[in-house]
Every structure is written in structure tokens, then in C-alpha cells.
């Protein structure tokens, strides 16, 4: 090792090479294949495919109770015997006022109930249009 001023150590004018990293190794003429991730479709999020919140949280939630565009039932994320979750028909907003769980639309309410992560709920809703 060559003394910098500051001790041993490495030179910095000379960069790392590491032997066992393929880029760094000169390879005659052959290039690595690298898959681009560019060349797939797109796709993106079309709310305008997502179910009618009524019809989804009707279908899911059990005392399911609709009353203009608000709507009470069961909430599935804690044993209850009383509706105490609070449903926004227009939007799919939903709030729990026992156990204080709450989300902004249908695709949170899938991810929660269903343990999805978001792509997994929007797949599973139907909601990506592709290009």
C-alpha cells in the first residue's frame, strides 16, 4: 500500500477494480446481456375502472347499512358486534371509529382487508390500463 500523507492506505488516483465484478473484467468482444426494463408496456392507474364504491364495500362488508353517501357496517379489521365503520359511498373513503383504522379509497381498503401490497390490489381490482 502506498502512503497518502494521511498513513497507509490506497492511492485515490487509482480506482477499485474488483476481479470478481463482470464490468470490471475486460471481456474480449462480448457484451453482457442486460435486460431493459423500458422495453415492457406501461401501465397506469385508471381510477375510472375501479369498482362503484357502493357495489364493492356492499359485496365485502357484512350489516352493510347505505344511507345517501355514507354508509355504516362491520368493521373487518376488529371483532365488533355494532357498525362502526363509517363508508363515503361517493369517494370510498372509509374510518373506523373504534379501532381508528381509516384509508382514502377503495384501493387501500382492498390492500388492508386483503393484505395486498398496491399492485397487487389495483391487479386484483382491475384498475391498470396499459399503453
Not at 442486460?34 to 422495453?39: A, L
Not at 347499512?65 to 362502526?84: I, M, R, V, Y
Request: a positive charge.
Amino acid at each position: 500500500m502506498k502512503d497518502n500523507g494521511k498513513g497507509l492506505g490506497i492511492d485515490r488516483t487509482q480506482p477499485f477494480r474488483n476481479k470478481n465484478v463482470p464490468s470490471h473484467n475486460k471481456l474480449k468482444g462480448q457484451a453482457t446481456p442486460v435486460e431493459n426494463k423500458r422495453n415492457k408496456t406501461k401501465r397506469r392507474l385508471d381510477r375510472d375502472m375501479l369498482p362503484n364504491p357502493r357495489e364493492y364495500y356492499a359485496g365485502v362488508l357484512q350489516k352493510f347499512h347505505p344511507q345517501g353517501e355514507q354508509a355504516t357496517a362491520l368493521c373487518p379489521f376488529h371483532p365488533d358486534k355494532k357498525p362502526s365503520l363509517s363508508v363515503n359511498l361517493k369517494r370510498g373513503m372509509f374510518f373506523c371509529f373504534s379501532c381508528e383504522t381509516s384509508g382514502g379509497d377503495i384501493i387501500a381498503f382492498h390492500m388492508k382487508f386483503y393484505g395486498m401490497s398496491f399492485d397487487e390490489a389495483v391487479t386484483d381490482l382491475g384498475a391498470w390500463k396499459h399503453e
